[in-house]
């Protein structure tokens, strides 16, 4: 193993964590993963392990049934499974946004209800804001839920929800929607429902329907749906914190979380790719020597070596400065921005190395080659970082006129 990613001032415990990770990547996830992905068929043994390590509950806190780790960590060991097969990266992250979004912002009966059967993996989660005709602008969803005239308190919801990853796996939901309660602010007219519904697809819950799977290029196995609300009556008891009106900025912390996630799986996919490139470039000779001995091709791999820790050490700040309680939109913002634009560059420059090999199914550089444009749009494409990130540094640096 070589000297890129490393990460200081780990505790011996968290170390142990990510070393226990990393061994159940080579050996169950590397082995399996390209005959998986070709198949799109579900990683359910790989799932079962996951909950046998008790990876679902990682950073879900000790009185809850989880091991109460921090971000940062949760963050490495995403990287780690995402170095083996990043679909297996995504079943866990939309799990541990919902479940940061209970922490936060649950009432104490929803995070009693939820977080300890979340930690061993029996309630899988999933949260949806995006639809169809609206994509990364949030204010432009249409699915509503409407309180219901009887005076119970319910609501009916109705709409369509679009990109849901572990929308047929999962058998919760935490759903965005608009309840347009009476404020003139567009987004104080958002609310955050926590919907129960069975894993599968079709009909899943009253007025509740998962099409089916959504055929993609890459980012196969893990579960990418539709959910189509037709008169689903939920309690207020499920709208997250108790409170309508909060969705938005309950979502946008959530957010964050998934940002510094992509960033990690961009890290892992990146430094697989780096892995592959740089064992083959020693292997395959031409004009009478190993390719890595051209210059071209050293030239090459000293960019993609820069790129891997530099995009490391990028999500480690991100996931840090999380942790420590600041707001961190503009770093998770870079790192997710940088993580994923360098993740692509690196798989291409790994696929070159490969040539005409890196075309045939048979080598995973192709399966890392399909894999890495979802990063760049995952969780706000770059452009939208780019807004993000140009924003804040204009209020960091604004004029004093």
């Known amino acids: 193993m070589g000297h890129l990613c490393e990460t200081d001032g780990l505790t011996d415990v968290q170390q142990e964590i990510l070393k226990t990770v990393r061994s159940f990547v080579e050996q169950e996830i590397l082995p399996v993963a390209n005959e998986l992905e070709h198949h799109d068929e579900y990683p359910a043994k790989i799932v079962d392990g996951l909950k046998e390590l008790g990876l679902f509950g990682l950073m879900i806190p000790e009185e809850y049934g989880g091991l109460g780790e921090s971000l940062l960590i949760y963050a490495l060991c995403v990287e780690e499974i995402a170095r083996g097969w990043m679909s297996v990266s995504g079943i ?16 104490e009966e929803q995070r009693r209800k939820y977080l300890p059967r979340m930690a061993t993996g029996e309630v899988r989660a999933a949260f949806s804001m995006s639809e169809p005709g609206c994509g990364s602008d949030v204010s432009a969803i249409r699915t509503k839920a409407v309180k219901d005239d009887d005076g119970d ?27 347009d309660e009476g404020s003139d602010s567009v987004y104080q007219n958002m609310t955050t429902f926590l919907v129960d519904k069975e894993a599968g697809f079709g009909e899943t819950a009253q007025g509740l329907t ?28 499920q709208i997250l914190g108790g409170v309508p009106g909060r969705g938005f900025y309950q979502m946008m912390d959530g957010v964050e979380v998934g940002r510094v996630n992509v960033a990690a799986r961009g890290c892992g996919v990146a430094l697989r790719a780096f892995e592959l490139g740089v064992v083959y470039a020693q292997q395959r000779e031409t004009f009478g020597k190993a390719i890595a001995g051209h210059q071209a091709v050293l030239f090459r791999l000293a960019e993609m070596a820069t790129k891997v820790e530099a995009a490391h050490q990028m999500m480690v700040r991100a996931a840090r400065k999380k942790d420590s309680g600041q707001r961190n939109d503009l770093e998770s913002g870079m790192a997710k921005y940088l993580a994923s634009e360098y993740c692509a560059q690196v798989v291409e420059d790994s696929f070159r190395i490969h040539g005409g090999y890196g ?21 706000g494409t770059a452009d939208i970082q780019r807004m993000i990130i140009g924003r804040r540094v204009l209020e960091d640096y604004k004029l004093n006129v």
């Open 92 to 107: 866990i992250n939309t799990h541990f946004i919902v479940a940061y979004l209970l922490l936060q912002h649950g009432t």
């Open 153 to 179: 308190g319910d609501y009916t919801i109705n709409g369509q929800k679009m990109w849901l990853t572990n929308g047929g796996s999962a058998n919760l939901v935490a759903v965005l929607v608009r309840t």
């Open 210 to 237: 998962v099409p089916g799977k959504i055929e993609k290029m890459g980012y196969k196995g893990v579960d990418t749906t539709e959910l189509v609300f037709d008169g689903h009556r939920i309690s207020a008891g």
């Open 359 to 379: 075309f045939s199914k048979e080598y995973e550089i192709e399966r890392l080659y399909r894999e890495a444009p979802m990063l760049l749009i995952g969780e």
